[in-house]
């Protein structure tokens, strides 16, 4: 109970802080949070290829922050380190799939990414490419994290999918606010959506 109070707060100083500062603040506290929930996994985890594809995803989540914060833009070496995190994420509840696939999923998820991207085309220029690339990655990761609940119906897959469709929001607002044009609230929405994400992903550790 007190680590996730602990959690909570960590992610609070972050978002006050990127409105409010101080800049110190700002840049210890996103990775400090995603440490908080590393120390979670590792703890809850039993050291079973479950544990180690999610570890390894908030391993890589933490890159992928820095690289997004360095105050120079990094924002394609952190776009791939996000994009990797998904990946060992996808692995991880590939694993766990319970019977055979549906194949409306993909299908809708899919119809989902192409609306997302042409929405995003006009404002992409160089970025095309690897905003396309991404967002057919945690397209992935979410009919992987849907089909693992489809097929199990456990509260672990549960968790799992409401991380990714949170993850899918929050990666959201983040484009928009980017590419479409910057909003008031975004960071408030961007990071609260994130960190929960996060957590609800680690949490699957807990409910196996």
């Known amino acids: 109970m007190w680590v996730w109070l602990a959690i909570a707060l960590s992610a609070l100083l972050h978002i006050t802080a990127a409105y409010h500062g101080p800049r110190w603040q700002f840049y210890i506290f996103k990775p400090f949070t995603m440490l908080l929930l590393i120390g979670v996994a590792w703890q809850a985890g039993d050291g079973g290829f479950y544990h180690m594809a999610i570890s390894l995803g908030l391993l890589l989540s933490v890159v992928g922050d820095v690289f997004l914060?360095?105050?120079?833009s990094r924002f394609i070496a952190g776009l791939s380190a996000f994009a990797l995190a998904h990946i060992a994420y996808s692995v991880a509840f590939w694993s766990q799939l319970g019977s055979q696939i549906v194949w409306w999923l993909p299908a809708m998820l899919a119809a989902v990414g192409v609306i997302v991207?042409?929405?995003?085309?006009?404002s992409l220029g160089k970025m095309?490419?690897?905003?396309?690339v991404y967002i057919a990655v945690i397209a992935q990761m979410?009919?992987?994290?849907?089909?693992?609940w489809l097929t199990t119906s456990t509260t672990m897959a549960l968790l799992a999918v409401a991380g990714a469709?949170?993850?899918?929001?929050?990666?959201?607002c983040l484009a928009i606010d980017r590419f479409r044009g910057p909003f008031k609230s975004a960071t408030t929405m961007?990071?609260?959506?994130?960190?929960?994400?996060q957590s609800l992903i680690v949490a699957t550790l807990l409910a196996v």
């Open 128 to 132: 095309v490419i690897p905003v396309a």
């Open 117 to 122: 991207f042409l929405l995003l085309l006009p």
């Open 165 to 172: 469709a949170v993850f899918m929001f929050s990666d959201l």
């Open 69 to 72: 914060m360095w105050p120079k």
């Open 190 to 197: 961007v990071m609260t959506s994130y960190f929960l994400a």
């Open 142 to 148: 979410a009919w992987a994290a849907g089909e693992f």
